[in-house]
């Protein structure tokens, strides 16, 4: 996992580094270890604005979350990254599935027709 951050009008401190690295440890056990991350964070008048890009072998993903508070903000990007990355992964094994169900519907219609 690598996790590169971003500041735009803001000094990123170790307390905010630590957060998201450690938010974003769970993409891990859903994603494997071959994820990189970057994350953009920003301030405009008060509010605080975080996106988030998650790019895997198999997924790019962007996650975007704004408020008044920063870790607020980085905790409603990481769900909306949270959720597009179960439902991309249930999409995959799904696909996987059903691949396998249509083979062998295939293979009991071919054995079972009498053969003159």
């Known amino acids: 996992m690598k996790v590169e951050?971003?500041?735009r009008n803001m000094?990123?401190?170790p307390a905010i580094r630590?957060?998201?690295q450690k938010k974003?440890?769970?993409f891990t056990r859903v994603l494997g270890d071959d994820v990189n991350f970057h994350v953009i964070i920003g301030v405009e008048k008060e509010r605080q604005n975080v996106e988030i890009l998650l790019k895997s072998r198999?997924?790019?993903l962007i996650g975007k979350g704004a408020?008044?508070?920063l870790y607020n903000s980085v905790m409603l990007a990481i769900e909306k990254l949270e959720r597009q990355a179960l439902k991309q992964k249930e999409k995959m094994v799904d696909g996987k599935r059903h691949k396998g169900r249509e083979k062998?519907?295939?293979e009991e219609t071919d054995t079972d027709e009498p053969v003159t």
């Open 67 to 69: 408020s008044n508070d």
């Open 24 to 26: 974003l440890g769970k």
């Open 5 to 7: 951050i971003t500041g």
């Open 104 to 106: 062998s519907v295939a």
């Open 18 to 20: 630590t957060h998201v």
């Open 58 to 60: 198999s997924l790019e």
């Open 11 to 13: 000094e990123i401190t």
